[in-house]
């Protein structure tokens, strides 16, 4: 049994990625609207992976000093402060002020990807593969009320397009931060805080966590990239914003779903081959926008690309947790997430413009050698057995 405080992360994540899902349906629009240049457009979801990039390695050694409990909450605070902001910047038609709020809602959502983190911490130490896939699994909440509510709260208040979606982001990290204040979260241990961690040269030696951080960093910023260009494409393609918002939720459908059984196709499969299975679908997402620019060619497409993420990431965070020992935790999580996000923000920034250069078709086609990137690092990590197990 993997226990309340497992099952309230996954409804805690649930609730992040709702609101997660929320922007990516509406903030490249806003910034269509708002911005001075069309090639601007995606910069507020740039702002947005650029403050996740950031506060990654930060969050991680905050957690070791101050706990997960008041981590989450001093997150989740930015967060209620970013929506805030950003509601009275659409409301004012500000663009750099939107921008910043955008920042500061990264910020949060990178506090809370250590969501995943607890959950292990909180589970059986033979169930890391199913606690993981539990609180990611619980993103398919958000996939049904993520671009819902976007679609909601579009007209909202009359005056102001997508207003509304910023009010129901602030009422939803008011929830998510009541939820955490209620777990009965688990305190550092004392070789977590006082150990000595190894140095980035000695961890970085293990082909694993190369594997690990590659995949994580490559499935993450293909994603990104081709999501965050879609609601562009469509438009550009004449399509209803609720068609894209139907795009978009069966993209995070893909994502979440499968998470139920990644778990348990780990644990048949391996890690390895479910991460080379993950990169296999999101080749197969390249080929698809390749075929046509239908509705159901654009659905198809990001359904593959979600499936494709929830294998790679799951499979990398899972490969991830064999590298480190207690004393490494914050060093390696905190590496691991800077450079994921890292790339997630290269995507974002670099999707609006490709869009607006290159079109659909050679946007999706310059992602496959850095696919076949990650699929070379995870085979290479299999000629090497794994040399440390983690707590």
């Known amino acids: 049994m993997l226990g309340i405080t497992v099952w309230g ?14 922007l990516v349906s509406v903030t490249a629009l806003i910034g269509h609207k708002l911005a001075p240049d069309l090639s601007l457009a995606t910069l507020p979801i740039a702002t947005q992976f650029l403050g996740l990039m950031g506060i990654t390695l930060p969050a991680a050694f905050m957690m070791k000093a101050v706990g997960r409990k008041a981590g989450f909450f001093i997150g989740n605070m930015i967060g209620i ?43 059986p130490s033979d169930k890391t593969p199913q606690a993981i896939s539990l609180v990611m699994g619980a993103g398919i909440i958000a996939a049904v009320l993520g671009p819902n509510m976007a679609i909601w709260a579009e007209f909202t208040f009359p005056d102001t397009q997508y207003l509304g979606a910023f009010a129901a982001l602030l009422v939803l990290y ?23 961690p190894r140095s980035y040269s000695t961890l970085l030696k293990q082909p694993e966590l190369i594997a690990a951080i590659t995949s994580g960093v490559i499935g993450y910023g293909v994603m990104t990239l081709v999501m965050t260009a879609t ?26 779903a499968p998470s ?11 890690t390895t081959s479910i991460i080379q299975s993950g990169c296999l679908l999101l080749i197969l997402c390249v080929v698809l926008t390749q ?13 593959f690309l979600g499936i494709g993420w929830n294998f790679t990431f799951i499979g990398a965070t899972t490969l991830l947790t064999k590298t480190y020992q207690p004393a490494d935790k914050a060093k ?4 691991n997430d800077f450079m994921v996000f890292t790339g997630a923000t290269i995507g974002s920034v670099l999707a609006g413009y490709w869009q607006n250069i290159y079109g659909w078709e050679i946007l999706n086609l310059l992602m496959i050698p850095f696919i076949v990137v990650a699929m070379i690092s995870v085979w290479m990590s299999t000629r090497k057995p794994l040399s440390i197990k983690s707590d």
Request: some cysteine.
């Open 260 to 270: 139920f059984f990644t778990g348990k196709l780990i644990q048949k499969f391996g």
């Open 9 to 22: 992360l996954a409804v805690g994540q649930a609730l992040l990625i709702t609101g997660n899902i929320l």
């Open 174 to 196: 008011v929830l998510t931060t009541l939820l955490i204040l209620a777990l009965p979260l688990k305190q550092p241990t004392v070789e977590e805080q006082s150990g000595i």
């Open 81 to 123: 402060v970013g929506a805030t902001l950003a509601f009275y910047a659409l409301q004012n038609a500000h663009f750099t002020l939107f921008c910043i709020a955008t920042l500061l809602l990264g910020m949060s959502i990178g506090v809370g990807q250590q969501y995943r983190f607890a959950a292990i911490e909180n589970a």
């Open 291 to 303: 075929l046509g620019r239908s509705y159901w060619h654009f659905w198809i497409a990001l359904l």
């Open 231 to 256: 609601p562009l494409a469509m438009h550009g393609h004449g399509f209803r914003f609720d068609s894209t918002a139907t795009v978009i939720q069966w993209h995070v459908l893909g994502m979440f």
């Open 332 to 335: 390696v999580q905190g590496l």
